[in-house]
């Protein structure tokens, strides 16, 4: 199976490789660090700074993803939180709110998302409102009403045949060795 396009997202398989997403929509990804800052742990020998970064990406075309990374040191932060960005960015369902003017441009009906006890725009830290705002996103993602679904066959359902097969195969193999007799 050779997946082409953003056809990805409609098949239950996890995106492994940053390369992926790179592929596919690299021309027209942006990404934007929205925030860092360091955090602290207390040990037994003082406090230990680290920083967190929290990035978002997106292609300006419907889709947008959020990378949240914590590490000893500021790039390394925000190199882990772009690549967990391209991780989790998702295609967002676009509709119209109020009156159909021009093209579609927004989600198209009301979305809420919560991260912690945080609503979205009931709260003063970034960090929170950015995750709740991707999670009211991520509500809008491949919801029934979304329009054309593909019927296909996921890649497991597809080839569950060709590896029974394969697999009953080798366990006759295992069970018809010779038994050894003891005395």
Known sequence: ??????????LPLPIKQPK????????????????VMPVQKQTQAGQRTRFKA????????GHVGLGVKCS???ATAI???IILAKFSIVPVWRGYWGNKIDKPHTVPCK???RCVSVLVGCTATLGNFAKATCYAIYKTYLTPTS?????????YQEFTDHLVKAHTSVSTQRTQAPAVTTI
């Open 79 to 81: 190199r882990g939180a």
């Open 20 to 35: 992926t997403i790179e592929f596919f929509v690299d021309a027209s990804l942006k990404d934007e660090v929205l925030k």
């Open 1 to 10: 199976m050779k997946i082409k396009n953003l056809e990805i997202y409609l």
């Open 147 to 155: 329009g054309k679904r593909l019927f296909t066959k996921s890649p």
């Open 54 to 61: 929290f990035v978002t990406i997106g292609d300006y075309n």
């Open 72 to 74: 000893k040191e500021l």
């Open 111 to 113: 979305v809420t998302g």
